[in-house]
C-alpha cells in the first residue's frame, strides 16, 4: 500500500521569503502525486499535480513542485512567499483509485 | 472546473440524533464519490467509496451502521451519521471524479463541521 511523509508539521517563513514543503512517498510504481491547499474550514483546492514526464510541474499561485523518483519525493516550492499563503498543505498519492494524504503542514508567514 | 459542493456547511446536533451530509457533483455525473474525516491539524482519512447504485465500500475500521451511504442518482451521494456522538465530531470532506474531464483530477466539496453535543 502507498504512503505519504511531510516530515515538517509546521513552518514559518516570512512574506516575501522561498519556501520549500516536503513530501516522501512509498509505493512501488511511479504513482500520481498531488499537493493541495487547505484555508481553515475550507475544503481542498489543487495547486499542482503529476502524472508523468516532465519532473518539474507548475501550478496555481505561483506554485512549482518536482518529483525526484531516486528520493521517492514531490517537494513543493514557491520562490516569493506571500501572507495569503498561510494555510494547511496536503501531499497526496494516488494508487489504483485510491488517494492517500500525507498528514499536513501548517504554513504560518510572518509579516 | 468541475464543482462539487457540500451541504449543510456546518451542523450542530444533540447526542443520539442522525445528521445527514450531502455531496452533490455540479456540472458532471459522479459514479463513484469519496467521503473523508478530518480531525482537528490532522490529515484526511478515507472512510468510503460510494459507488452509484450499488453499496458502498468501507475503509478498514469504519462502521458501515454507523455511517450510512448512500448514492442514489449521478449527482448526488448522502452521508448519515446515525445515533451520533461527541466523538463523530469531526470535518467531513466528499470529492468526486469527473469523468469525462481530461486531467483525472478529484475535486473537493467545502466540507461539512459537524459537532455533536
Known amino acids: 500500500a502507498q504512503s505519504v511523509t511531510q516530515p515538517d508539521i509546521h513552518i514559518t517563513v516570512s512574506e516575501g521569503a522561498s519556501l520549500e514543503l516536503r513530501c516522501n512517498y512509498s509505493y512501488g510504481a511511479t504513482p500520481y502525486l498531488f499537493w493541495y491547499v487547505q484555508s481553515p474550514g475550507q475544503g481542498l483546492q489543487l495547486l499542482l499535480k503529476?502524472?508523468?514526464?516532465?519532473?518539474l510541474v507548475q501550478g496555481i499561485k505561483g506554485f512549482e513542485a518536482e518529483f525526484k523518483r531516486s528520493q521517492s519525493s514531490f517537494n513543493l516550492r514557491k520562490p516569493s512567499v506571500h501572507w495569503s499563503d498561510a494555510a494547511e498543505y496536503f501531499c497526496a498519492v494516488e494508487a489504483g483509485n485510491m488517494l492517500t494524504f500525507g498528514g499536513g503542514t501548517r504554513l504560518m508567514v510572518k509579516p | 472546473g468541475a464543482v462539487v459542493s457540500q451541504h449543510p456547511s456546518r451542523v450542530i446536533c444533540k447526542s443520539g440524533t442522525s445528521v445527514k451530509i450531502e455531496c452533490r457533483s455540479l456540472d458532471f455525473q459522479a459514479t463513484t464519490m469519496f467521503w473523508y474525516r478530518q480531525f482537528p491539524k490532522q490529515s484526511l482519512m478515507l472512510m468510503a467509496t460510494?459507488?452509484?447504485?450499488?453499496?458502498?465500500?468501507?475503509e478498514q475500521g469504519v462502521e458501515k451502521d454507523k455511517f450510512l451511504i448512500n448514492h442514489a442518482s449521478l449527482t448526488l451521494s448522502t452521508l448519515t451519521v446515525t445515533s451520533a456522538h461527541p466523538e463523530d465530531s469531526s470535518f467531513y470532506i466528499c470529492?468526486?471524479?469527473?469523468?469525462?474531464?481530461?486531467?483525472?483530477?478529484?475535486?473537493f466539496g467545502e466540507g461539512s463541521r459537524l459537532t455533536v453535543l
Open positions: 503529476y502524472f508523468s514526464g516532465d519532473t
Open positions: 470529492s468526486a471524479r469527473d469523468p469525462q474531464g481530461s486531467t483525472g483530477e478529484l475535486f
Open positions: 460510494s459507488n452509484e447504485g450499488s453499496k458502498a465500500t468501507y
